[in-house]
């Protein structure tokens, strides 16, 4: 199946589970051994290949353990600017994201607090 971006959640993470046991199963490695090897508790690997949530950072060491934790740049690759933009870049980078300013009425005269 084709992970879409318009799929729920949990059919995702239990899409993933099933590629992730594939992986290990074709290494020829338990998810024993796998557990052992990468730290992560025997529950946790059988969570994650049944497609219940889990932290990042058990899927960090999952695919570690598989070879596989280079491919997370796929997940979210850098972004790529023009030429232009990344000389702006460098002038200044940006940090936040702020809000849209309220534009004043024309109309309204700024007065000092103890005016009516």
Same mark, same amino acid.
């Given at each position: 199946? +084709?992970?879409?971006?318009?799929?729920?959640?949990?059919?995702? *993470?239990? /899409? $993933? %589970? @099933?590629?992730?046991?594939?992986?290990?199963?074709?290494?020829?490695?338990?998810?024993?051994?796998?557990?052992?090897?990468?730290?992560?508790?025997?529950?946790?690997?059988?969570?994650?290949?049944?497609? +219940?949530?889990?932290?990042?950072?058990?899927?960090?060491?999952? *695919?570690? /353990? $598989? %070879? @596989?934790?280079?491919?997370?740049?796929?997940?979210?690759?850098?972004?790529?600017?023009?030429?232009?933009?990344?000389?702006?870049?460098?002038?200044?980078?940006?940090?936040?994201?702020?809000?849209?300013? +309220?534009?004043?009425?024309?109309?309204?005269?700024?007065?000092?607090?103890? /005016?009516?």
């Amino acid at each position: 199946m +084709k992970i879409e971006e318009n799929h729920l959640p949990q059919t995702v *993470l239990e /899409e $993933l %589970g @099933l590629r992730l046991a594939q992986y290990r199963i074709s290494a020829n490695i338990t998810q024993a051994a796998l557990s052992e090897r990468s730290g992560l508790s025997l529950r946790t690997v059988k969570n994650i290949e049944s497609g +219940k949530d889990f932290q990042v950072s058990s899927l960090i060491q999952f *695919l570690r /353990e $598989l %070879g @596989l934790a280079s491919r997370m740049d796929l997940l979210v690759p850098d972004l790529i600017r023009s030429p232009v933009e990344q000389i702006k870049e460098k002038r200044k980078t940006r940090k936040r994201v702020s809000s849209p300013r +309220k534009k004043k009425s024309p109309n309204t005269v700024w007065k000092w607090g103890d /005016e009516k």
